[in-house]
Structures are given as structure tokens and as C-alpha cells.
């Protein structure tokens, strides 16, 4: 469990600056030269330049990635929850952005296949989270109370 969730921070982690670093770049040179994109590609879209499609890529996956790897090494309830939320939008909005844009560069496919992994890190470490829960359910005797814990000591007055 350890290991799937440093892995996943990892990954978290290489989208949250790799998106970043694109949308910063969208963002400065709106004609997306920079960040391997051209602006005839931009020709049918609603964009005029690359500046939302970078805004929206800085906050969305950006900003989204470091809250989400936050709330995983944070260890908050349901956190697979939040990566495979995260994933889910990660996939939706490279399919958009490819079909507005009407092109497909590397970086799109990393981002996609990223995703998928993030949705199968999440599953994986959901179905421990389970079993470590149903593990600790069944050690649990509910006809027998809880022992107070007492010390081995007195504490006597000196």
C-alpha cells in the first residue's frame, strides 16, 4: 500500500509540474509555438490564442494535480476517490482539448496515458484500503468490552 501510494504521489506529482509548465507557457506565448502547438491549429476553435486553453490547463491540472497529491499524502478520507476524480478529469479534458484543437501532440498522449494509471493506482489501493478495513473489522469482538489500559505502575505520592 505504501509503495502504490508513493507511486502515485510520483505521478501526481509529474503531471501537477508538467501541466504547470504548459499552461504557464499557453499562457505567455499565446501562440503556443513555445509549448509545441500552432496557431492555425486554432482556426474552427472558440480561442482566439492560447491563452484560456493555457489558463484553463494551469488551473484544471495544474493547481488540481498539487491539491490532489495534498490530500493523498495528507492520507484524508476517500482519497482514491480524489485520484480517480482527478484522473477522470485529466482524460476529459485532453478529449476536449484535442477535439476543440483539432490536434493530438505527445504531450496530450502522456497526459491521457498518466491518467489511466492514476484511475488503476486508485482502484488498486481502494480495494486494499477495503481489505485492510475488513481485516480490522474482524479482529474486533464486539460481545467482549474493551480492557482499560492501565499502567504497570502506581503513581504514588512522594
Known amino acids: 500500500m505504501k509503495y502504490l501510494r508513493q507511486f502515485t504521489m510520483l505521478v501526481l506529482g509529474f503531471i501537477a509540474i ?3 509548465i504548459a499552461g504557464a507557457l499557453l499562457m505567455y506565448d499565446t501562440s503556443g509555438s513555445m ?3 500552432f496557431s492555425g491549429n486554432l482556426t474552427g476553435s472558440p480561442f482566439g490564442s492560447y491563452f484560456i486553453p493555457g ?13 490532489v497529491l495534498q490530500i493523498t499524502v495528507r492520507h484524508q ?3 482514491p476517490a480524489f485520484i480517480t476524480y482527478f484522473a477522470l478529469l485529466v482524460i476529459v479534458f485532453e478529449v476536449v482539448q484535442v477535439w476543440l484543437l483539432d490536434t493530438f501532440i505527445s504531450l496530450d498522449g502522456a497526459f491521457i496515458l498518466l491518467a489511466v494509471f492514476l484511475l488503476l493506482l486508485a ?36
Open 77 to 79: 478520507n476517500n482519497y
Open 35 to 37: 509549448a509545441g502547438r
Open 18 to 20: 508538467a501541466a504547470t
Open 123 to 158: 482502484y488498486l489501493m481502494n480495494n486494499q484500503l477495503k481489505a485492510h478495513k475488513r481485516h480490522n473489522e474482524q479482529n474486533v469482538s464486539p460481545t467482549l468490552p474493551k480492557k482499560a489500559v492501565h499502567h504497570k505502575h502506581r503513581h504514588k505520592k512522594r
Open 55 to 67: 489558463l484553463l490547463l494551469l488551473i484544471l491540472l495544474g493547481i488540481g494535480s498539487f491539491i
